[in-house]
């Protein structure tokens, strides 16, 4: 399980890794792509990226997220 902070405007590039995700906005707003789909997303939205899935986020306004991985993220241990 991480927490991430972002600033407005800051971003995640396009990426996919084997682990599934989930995660949820617990403040601001973020533009979440899915695949194909991009979603504008507020505070209490949440998501699952299954393993392998293109994925990438920008922040519209300052935002903390909290996400956890399966299996572990050996680089989050």
């Known amino acids: 399980m991480v927490?991430?902070?972002?600033?407005?405007?800051?971003t995640i590039t396009?990426?996919?890794?084997?682990?599934?995700?989930i995660g949820c906005l617990i403040k601001g707003r973020l533009q979440f792509e899915l695949g194909d789909e991009k979603a504008d997303l507020g505070t209490g939205d949440s998501w699952?990226?299954?393993?392998?899935t293109e994925h990438a986020a920008t922040a519209l306004e300052d935002s903390l997220v909290v996400e956890v991985f399966?299996?572990?993220?050996?680089?989050?241990?």
């Open 3 to 10: 927490e991430i902070t972002f600033e407005k405007g800051s």
């Open 48 to 52: 699952v990226v299954p393993g392998n």
């Open 70 to 77: 399966s299996p572990v993220r050996e680089e989050y241990k």
């Open 14 to 21: 396009r990426h996919s890794h084997p682990h599934e995700q």
